[in-house]
């Protein structure tokens, strides 16, 4: 009777030891997928802020532009980042320009770089969302290269069906 007892509890501790080294790869190569992500994405933010800060009153904050992950929020996989930017004198209605504006520059930077979307879901790059508090822009930027962020897409236009008109 020991015996099985003592083989059941070496079974069910290598399971364990198993199973959390098993989330722990999992957990490392999911971070990695996500810098690499987030690194192409802050270039295409850099690239288009270099060509759009002149035409808008945009200024870098912290003198680069850095982004952080919304995934945390939204869930593992989500390749959404968000940037913040110096906008004096910005104001709501400028908004949907601006978003226009980034949409417009990603989309050729993605077409120049051959960055593709998941399932050729339309442009790679996309502005999800913007807003603005205390004399700063924020953009949440997506990165449609899985099926995790074209899911968190879908769940933006449910929750806000006259946002998704203005995407398209």
């Known amino acids: 009777m020991q015996t099985w007892v003592t083989i059941i509890g070496g079974v069910l501790i290598a399971l364990v030891v ?3 080294l098993r989330r722990q790869v999992l957990k ?4 990695k997928i996500r810098r690499a992500g987030q690194r192409t994405v802050d270039s295409a933010m850099t690239a288009s802020f270099k060509v759009l800060a002149n ?3 945009i200024q870098e904050v912290a003198g680069a532009i850095h982004s952080v992950p919304v995934a945390d929020v939204w869930g593992r996989g989500v390749m959404t980042f968000e940037y913040v930017l110096d906008a004096p004198g910005m104001i709501t209605a400028d908004l949907p320009e601006v978003r ?12 120049n770089n051959q ?4 399932q050729d879901a339309g442009p ?3 502005v999800t969302d913007t807003w603005l508090r205390s004399g700063q ?3 949440d930027v997506a990165y449609l290269m899985n ?3 074209l899911e968190y897409l879908k769940d933006l236009r449910r929750l806000n069906p006259s946002a998704s008109k203005k995407q398209s």
């Open 147 to 149: 099926e995790a962020t």
């Open 18 to 20: 198993y199973e959390l």
């Open 115 to 118: 960055i593709g979307a998941f």
């Open 137 to 139: 822009l924020h953009l």
């Open 124 to 126: 790679a790059l996309r």
């Open 55 to 57: 035409a808008m009153t």
């Open 28 to 31: 490392r190569a999911a971070l």
């Open 100 to 111: 226009r504006l980034f949409n417009n520059q990603l989309q050729e930077y993605a077409i």
